[in-house]
């Protein structure tokens, strides 16, 4: 019985597999009470019970409300909230920027395809924490102060203390005109599904679009005007009302953008330029134009070679806000070392930092793998 089961490859590969997880076990259990006893000796006092006590730190930007006497799990939760936020501005305008850069990059113009080259090279082989710092340092250091800022278009300014934009303003009723932009969402697809038989498909969204429009202006009317434009005015020695937007913000956002542009793009090419050419051509005889072959049909089957790589892009994209943190913008990791310096507690709040990190690259990876699995090809 026992020859038999040495000779087993089954029966080896068992015994080498529970070997390898006592081990990993017994590996962490050491880590784990030498982490203890040398916190012990030390007398550092571990445990989450700092979490509710008040912070009494500010944030100098938050997308959430936030005080000095909140707690510091809700100072974590700003942290997690500024960095989702920077990473899902970052990740739309990166890859509307990277479809423009492959584009031009596949463009039969030379001029344009070498320039769209070039930006890829040079925006790849330049670390992004020189690329973030240079941003930073060009927004407070070259733009006028608000009294002379830079108008870049009605309503939109730029100066050293940032860039200052029109805001939406929310009355009594806006709940209810949320509620009917929804509606006229659903009127709109409705409405384009039974044009589809008789319009052309251009002609189908374009109705649908003036439909949503049209509800929603209606509704707008309707309940009052709930919704509007403040715009920034020059009061002083800075700008009053609007939005503003911080140079770090800005700074963190037109470097993160940039460079995840250049990577992005060269995804989408790659997986442009692996469809067969044959496509190409059947779509030309069939009388298509160059844009309706590259988004009716080579799209649709580059997007099966596009979103692996561009997942891996994306989980990138939300790690490297960590490096916000070299321009003085609020994210997690800044939170964590505020909290760290004020507290000690180094051990659990890296843990939190660790935790939410991987929370979010899983969920990340859950969508995108989800979605791919929607687009695959099934074969039969």
């Known amino acids: 019985m026992i020859t038999s089961l040495w000779y087993s490859s089954k029966a080896r590969g068992l015994a080498i597999q529970i070997a390898l997880l006592g081990g990993l076990i017994g590996f962490a259990w050491w880590i784990g009470s030498n982490t203890v006893d040398n916190l012990i000796e030390r007398q550092i006092k571990t445990g989450f019970d700092f979490l509710t006590a008040p912070a009494r730190f500010p944030i100098s930007e938050t997308v ?3 005080s000095p006497d909140d707690s510091f799990l809700w100072a974590y939760v700003v942290g997690v909230a500024n960095t989702l936020w920077l990473s899902m501005i970052t990740i739309v305008l990166a890859t509307l920027g990277g ?18 080259s070039g930006y890829v090279t040079l925006f790849r082989n330049i670390p ?3 690329q973030l710092l240079f941003f930073y340092g ?34 009594p009723g806006s709940g209810l005109f949320l509620v009917v932009c929804c509606l006229a969402v659903l009127t709109a697809v409705l409405a384009r599904r039974s044009l589809r038989k008789h319009l052309s498909a251009v002609s189908s969204v374009a109705v649908a679009v003036i439909v949503w429009i049209g509800i ?6 309707l309940t009052g005007r709930p919704v509007g434009l403040e715009m920034p005015m020059l009061k002083g020695l800075n700008f009053q009302g609007g939005l503003q937007l911080s140079p770090e913000f800005s700074a963190i956002i037109i470097g993160l953008t940039l460079y995840t542009s250049a990577f992005a793009g060269e995804v989408i090419r790659g997986g442009v330029e692996a469809i067969n050419k044959g496509q190409w051509e059947g779509g030309r ?16 089957q580059a997007l099966r070679v596009i979103v692996p790589p561009m997942t891996s892009q994306y989980l990138s994209t939300v790690k490297n806000t960590t490096l916000a ?3 003085g913008y609020p994210e997690l990791g800044l939170v964590v070392n505020t909290v760290i310096n004020q507290t000690g507690q180094a051990l659990e709040s890296i843990l939190i930092m660790l935790a939410v990190f991987l929370t979010i690259s899983l969920s990340v990876s ?13 074969e039969r």
Not at 216 to 221: A, D, N, R, Y
Not at 366 to 378: D, F, Q
């Open 64 to 66: 959430v409300t936030y």
């Open 99 to 116: 479809l423009c850069l492959a584009l031009a990059r596949l463009s039969s113009h030379p001029l344009l395809s070498r320039l769209a």
């Open 128 to 130: 992004l924490i020189v």
């Open 138 to 171: 060009l927004a407070t250091s070259v733009f006028p102060p608000p009294s002379r800022a830079i108008s870049v278009m009605p309503g939109v300014y730029l100066s050293l203390r940032g860039v200052y934009a029109p805001s939406l303003t929310l009355g």
């Open 216 to 221: 929603c202006l209606l509704g707008w009317l």
């Open 285 to 300: 005889a069939l009388g298509l134009s160059e844009r309706q072959i590259l988004f009716r049909i080579i799209m649709p």
């Open 325 to 327: 943190v070299a321009v």
């Open 366 to 378: 859950l969508l995108m793998n989800w979605y791919n699995a929607r687009i695959a090809l099934v």
